[in-house]
Structure formats: structure tokens, C-alpha cells
């Protein structure tokens, strides 16, 4: 017979979510191919196949309760059961263990490392049915990779094609592993204008949940397009939507241990020549976003994120101005009325730095007898964007110690 004891012991019932950084009005959007909305959507959801995140915590909390659930269906009993949730929350996502995992643990860690930079986070279903919904009726602003596979390319381009005809497109934020070896590197997906940015590479980053009792310290490997919609979050927050993502103060890379592969100088200048943009880590620095290329051609001013992303936001908000004159009469007084409403919108982004000039036509000179006649209303609006600093150049002059430097000799 045993002695008399005391017995104590620590229930761990906690999923704790990371801090990210603040929020964000930016809305980022992925499609699911793995069953994610299935698992831990609730009931709406499930019946809309289209889930909404603000947050971090909202995000692990879903994972929290799909855990519980399915220790409970193991078997498990009682309070206790809720300290295994760690480990058995960490077999379903930790890429490190494909014994155990779920097919959707990319997507989670996807959508995980979009909500760190504080945006507000949107999951649909991937039917050829569900993708129309979502491009006709969610609003949001940049649609990332779920995953490395070409098909979740190929789903972001079937959104944002069908979005850019309507009056609020989005950008889609496309990866590329292609090996960086040749000055004529190929984009991996499709996209050829400003509405598409293309990344390149993959980082490995710290497993929330660790890797169980065999490796705590297992890091998960992931792509970078979500954090480059998160860099975008960042941005609308800090600044504005015209703002270069890029650079060290608003594309700093969260949650880096390493890069799969650091791009050297010249493997950089491949890439960025390629319409590409790397990231890069540089020691003392950190981890940024080095290149705000589009897809679009190297020639037009929208080759740029910040030049695309102010058309976007003009797009948006011209639009319910548009509409408003919609069954008035085509007349001065209506003419007069766009004129005025359109000017305190771009009167605002001049003032804010998107635009350095602008000019707005919508006069009996391009609302001709004939257009009133046939019932359209024209209205052309001129804009000049501000481009941003993609090259610097310093010359250091070395004087002789008797020149007058101050007065430039």
C-alpha cells in the first residue's frame, strides 16, 4: 500500500496568440484549397465558406476550439485535456511533421503571418462558384499566396481579373522561387500589369506551438507574400496607400530567423530586372522589402506599388461621386457639382504627397451635344503621381586640406 502523499500538478490551458502590431484598416484576403474554412469555421461561415479575422486572437482562438474538439472526440476527458491542445494544435499546422499535420497548415500560417502586421484578414473557399462571389461582393485590398502551389496563383488572378473591371480592384501579391542565376528570370504566374506585385523567396520563422517533445525549437518555413500585403497594412497605417511599401521604415519583415536563400547583389539585380521584388536581410539592418515593382511595364509610372495603389484609392472614392450624378440631368449644375466633389478628393491626396498636379475636365468641351444625346456623362481627370526614390547617388569629393570648401572651390 502506498504512503500517504500529496499530489500537484499544472493544467496548461492557454493558447496565448503573439502580439502583432496595430491595427489596420487594410483588408487581406486568401483563398483556401485545404478544407481551412471546414475546420474552423463555425456554422455561418461555413454555410457563407468565407470567414473575417481582426485580429490575432480571433485567428487562434479558432484554432483553440478545433483542438478542443478534437481531443474530445479522441477520447480525452475533463479539464485535462485542454493541456494537451498545444502540442496537438502544433501536429496540425507544424510543417516540420507530415505525420500529423492538416493539409491546411500552410494556409494557417499564411493568414497568421498576414495578421501580425495588423490588417484585417479574409478567408474564401476555392469553388469556381465561391471565387465569384468573393471578387463581386468582398471588399478588401490585397489578395496574398496561401500556399506555394501555382493553383493559389492561378485563383488569386481569377479574383483580381474579374475585380480590376469594377470600381474597387485590389492588388494580388503573387510568389516566385525561380533560382535567381540568370539575368532572364521568368515570373512564375501570370500577371503582367499593376495590378499584380510578384515576391521572391521564403522564410523560416518561429512555430508558435513548438514541434512537441521532439524539437521545440522547429521553425516553419513559409512564403513572403503575405507578409508584403502585411508591409501594405503597415503602410496605410503609418502613411498613405500612395507610399512606398518597401524599405526599412515600412517594409521590415516580422518574425525572421533566416531566409531560405539571402539573394546576393547580383542575384538582386536579377530579380528586380526580371519585375520581381526580393527581400532581403542585411546584417545590422534587418529584414526588408527591396523592390516596389508591379507587373506592370518598366516604362509606365504604375510599374510602381505606390503609383498603382493611388489609382486604386482615386478608383474607390471617384466612384460613389460618379454615381451620384447617375439619371441627373447632363448639365452645367451636374458638370459643376462632379467638378467640386472630385476636386476635395484629389485636393486631399496633393496635400498628402500622392499627387504633385492634377487637372479635372468635365465641361461642355468632353460633354458634347452628342454625349448628352446619348446619354453619358464624361469626365476626364488628369493626375501626376509621386514617384518614389529607387536609386541613390552619392558622390564623396576628396579636397586638399588649403581648399575653401565653403565657398565651393
Known amino acids: 500500500m502506498a504512503r500517504p502523499n500529496v499530489t500537484i500538478k499544472t493544467v496548461d490551458e492557454s493558447m496565448v496568440a503573439p502580439i502583432g502590431e496595430n491595427t489596420s484598416t487594410t483588408r487581406g484576403a486568401m483563398i483556401s484549397q485545404s478544407g481551412l474554412i471546414t475546420d474552423?469555421?463555425?456554422?455561418?461561415?461555413?454555410?457563407?465558406?468565407?470567414?473575417?479575422?481582426?485580429?490575432?486572437?480571433?485567428?487562434?482562438?479558432?484554432?483553440?476550439?478545433?483542438?478542443?474538439?478534437?481531443?474530445?472526440?479522441?477520447?480525452?476527458?475533463?479539464?485535462t485535456l485542454i493541456g494537451a491542445i498545444g502540442l496537438t494544435a502544433g501536429g496540425y499546422i507544424d510543417s516540420n511533421?507530415?505525420?500529423?499535420?492538416?493539409?491546411?497548415?500552410?494556409?494557417?500560417?499564411?493568414?497568421?503571418?498576414?495578421?501580425?502586421?495588423?490588417?484585417?484578414?479574409?478567408?474564401?473557399?476555392?469553388?469556381?462558384?465561391?471565387?465569384s462571389i468573393i471578387a463581386s461582393t468582398e471588399?478588401?485590398?490585397?489578395?496574398?499566396?496561401?500556399?506555394?502551389?501555382?493553383?493559389?496563383?492561378?485563383?488569386?488572378?481569377?479574383?483580381?481579373?474579374?475585380?480590376?473591371?469594377?470600381?474597387?480592384?485590389?492588388?494580388?501579391?503573387?510568389?516566385?522561387?525561380?533560382?535567381?542565376?540568370?539575368?532572364?528570370?521568368?515570373?512564375l504566374a501570370g500577371g503582367t500589369d499593376e495590378f499584380y506585385v510578384h515576391v521572391w523567396g521564403r522564410k523560416y520563422h518561429l512555430n508558435s506551438f513548438g514541434n512537441g517533445a521532439n524539437d521545440d525549437t522547429a521553425l516553419i518555413l513559409s512564403n513572403l507574400t503575405p507578409d508584403i500585403a502585411g508591409?501594405?497594412?503597415?503602410?496605410?497605417?503609418?502613411?498613405?496607400?500612395?507610399?512606398?511599401?518597401?524599405?526599412?521604415?515600412?517594409?521590415r519583415i516580422l518574425n525572421v530567423v533566416r531566409l531560405e536563400t539571402n539573394p546576393t547583389a547580383t542575384q538582386q539585380d536579377y530579380i528586380y530586372d526580371s519585375g520581381i521584388n526580393p527581400v532581403v536581410t542585411f546584417p545590422g539592418e534587418g529584414t526588408i522589402l527591396f523592390g516596389d515593382k508591379?507587373?506592370?511595364?518598366?516604362?509606365?509610372?504604375?510599374?510602381?506599388?505606390?503609383?498603382?495603389?493611388?489609382?486604386?484609392?482615386?478608383?474607390?472614392?471617384?466612384?460613389?461621386?460618379?454615381?451620384?450624378?447617375?439619371?441627373?440631368?447632363?448639365?452645367?449644375?451636374?458638370?459643376?457639382?462632379?467638378?467640386?466633389?472630385?476636386d476635395g478628393v484629389l485636393r486631399g491626396v496633393l496635400a498628402a504627397g500622392g499627387i504633385t498636379d492634377y487637372r479635372i475636365i468635365c465641361d461642355s468641351s468632353n460633354n458634347t451635344p452628342a454625349n448628352v444625346q446619348s446619354r453619358i456623362f464624361t469626365a476626364d481627370i488628369l493626375v501626376k503621381p509621386t514617384i518614389s526614390i529607387n536609386f541613390v547617388r552619392i558622390t564623396f569629393t576628396n579636397k586638399n586640406l588649403q581648399s575653401d570648401l565653403n565657398a565651393g572651390t
Not at 474552423?40 to 487562434?60: I, R
Not at 484554432?63 to 478542443?68: N, P, Y
Not at 481569377?158 to 475585380?163: D, F, R, Y
Not at 501594405?232 to 507610399?243: G, I
Open 294 to 342: 508591379t507587373g506592370a511595364a518598366e516604362t509606365s509610372s504604375l510599374s510602381r506599388i505606390n503609383v498603382s495603389r493611388m489609382f486604386i484609392y482615386l478608383r474607390k472614392v471617384i466612384a460613389p461621386i460618379a454615381r451620384s450624378v447617375l439619371f441627373e440631368l447632363n448639365d452645367a449644375t451636374t458638370q459643376a457639382r462632379f467638378r467640386m466633389a472630385a
Open 40 to 79: 474552423l469555421g463555425n456554422t455561418a461561415e461555413k454555410a457563407a465558406n468565407l470567414m473575417v479575422l481582426e485580429d490575432l486572437g480571433s485567428w487562434y482562438a479558432k484554432l483553440r476550439t478545433f483542438a478542443e474538439a478534437q481531443l474530445v472526440a479522441l477520447g480525452f476527458a475533463g479539464a
Open 231 to 251: 508591409c501594405m497594412a503597415r503602410t496605410d497605417r503609418e502613411n498613405y496607400a500612395w507610399t512606398s511599401p518597401a524599405g526599412r521604415r515600412r517594409g
Open 97 to 131: 511533421n507530415s505525420a500529423t499535420r492538416k493539409p491546411w497548415h500552410q494556409e494557417w500560417w499564411a493568414m497568421n503571418n498576414f495578421l501580425q502586421y495588423g490588417g484585417v484578414g479574409i478567408i474564401g473557399h476555392t469553388t469556381d462558384s465561391m471565387l
Open 139 to 187: 471588399v478588401f485590398d490585397v489578395m496574398f499566396q496561401g500556399g506555394t502551389a501555382e493553383s493559389y496563383a492561378t485563383n488569386i488572378a481569377t479574383v483580381v481579373e474579374t475585380k480590376k473591371l469594377t470600381d474597387s480592384p485590389c492588388l494580388g501579391v503573387l510568389y516566385n522561387q525561380q533560382p535567381a542565376t540568370t539575368a532572364s528570370m521568368a515570373r
